[in-house]
């Protein structure tokens, strides 16, 4: 079909008016990144610019910290992030340039459309989590994802804490240390026991536990280090209950000895029959 010279028109400036939308925004992202990278507590900053004739919103922004950023430095990086007029599809905030890397604390996240401002109490928790996360010491094997959207990012969602280990008694003590270091604070913890021996292909989710801020864990521990000695599936935390999921190795005796450790403290416990490898839940909350 032959296209009229108006409408022939029409697209040339339609595609030149999206043309400019996503070029207009380069040089602003490029700027509000080179402004991030020279401030107190920024390892790095970069754009990542969209190619070809892409929406604007599809820009992206990296953001490296230092591991030991303070609360005035973290406050001090998210005035600046709202100085801008940019729009990104995806924002990204870690403390090693590696984020899979363990001891990492990071947020990966799509900002409202329009913006890329940082919460300020949300990039104030980031800052405890990494301290946190440093007095946990280069031998913890987890990583923390701390959610910085929203105006109340500072307390609403829980910190998500990420373990793998070839030892399953380091996942309780894992959860013990965590706690110990962020109190007060709504955790989401799931850690990987790799019965295999290789971390690089760990098996499903061993300890969970969704625990809220004033949520203690010592009545919880007894019965799940028990539970891991036993040889259970997946243990998993949520308020006063206690889900463990039973494994055909598992002994005949040990739902009458994980009732009687959760009757001694005063907690719900539901136990699960074996469920085939398909049907593993993550945590019985998901």
């Not at 595609?15 to 920024?42: E, F, I, K, Y």
């Not at 892409?54 to 100085?83: G, T």
């Not at 801008?84 to 990492?104: F, K, Q, R």
């Not at 005796?253 to 136990?271: H, K, M, N, P, W």
Request: hydrophobic share 45%; glycine share 10%; with cysteine.
């Amino acid at each position: 079909m032959r296209v009229r010279p108006a409408a022939a028109s029409v697209l040339v400036l339609s595609s030149a008016v999206l043309l400019s939308g996503c070029v207009g925004q380069a040089p602003a992202l490029q700027n509000l990144a080179g402004r991030l990278d020279g401030l107190p507590g920024v390892v790095s900053a970069r754009a990542e610019l969209a190619g070809g004739v892409l929406s604007p919103a599809e820009h992206r922004l990296w953001l490296v910290v230092d591991p030991a950023l303070s609360e005035d430095e973290a406050r001090r990086i998210a005035q600046v992030s709202c100085e801008g007029d940019v729009e990104v599809a995806t924002m990204s905030i870690a403390t090693n340039e590696d984020s899979l890397a363990p001891g990492t604390v990071l947020d990966v996240f799509s900002p409202e459309s329009g913006t890329t401002c940082l919460s300020e109490p949300g990039l104030v928790r980031f800052a405890e989590a990494s301290a946190a996360m440093q007095r946990l010491g280069e031998e913890f094997e987890g990583r923390f994802n701390v959610s910085l959207e929203g105006p109340d990012a500072g307390g609403a969602d829980p910190v998500l804490v990420t373990l793998a280990s070839t030892e399953r008694a380091r996942l309780p003590e894992a959860l013990r240390d965590v706690r110990a270091e962020l109190p007060g604070v709504p955790l989401d913890f799931r850690g990987t026991w790799d019965e295999d021996g290789d971390p690089a292909t760990p098996g499903h989710v061993h300890l969970a536990a969704l625990l809220d801020a004033e949520t203690e864990l010592a009545p919880f521990l007894p019965l799940v280090e028990r539970a891991q000695e036993l040889g259970t599936g997946t243990v998993a935390i949520e308020g006063g209950a206690v889900t463990v999921e039973l494994r055909d190795d598992t002994p005949a005796t040990a739902s009458t000895e994980l009732t009687a450790l959760a009757d001694q403290g005063g907690l719900t416990l539901t136990v699960q029959p074996p469920l085939p490898p398909t049907a593993r839940p993550i945590a019985p909350w998901e």
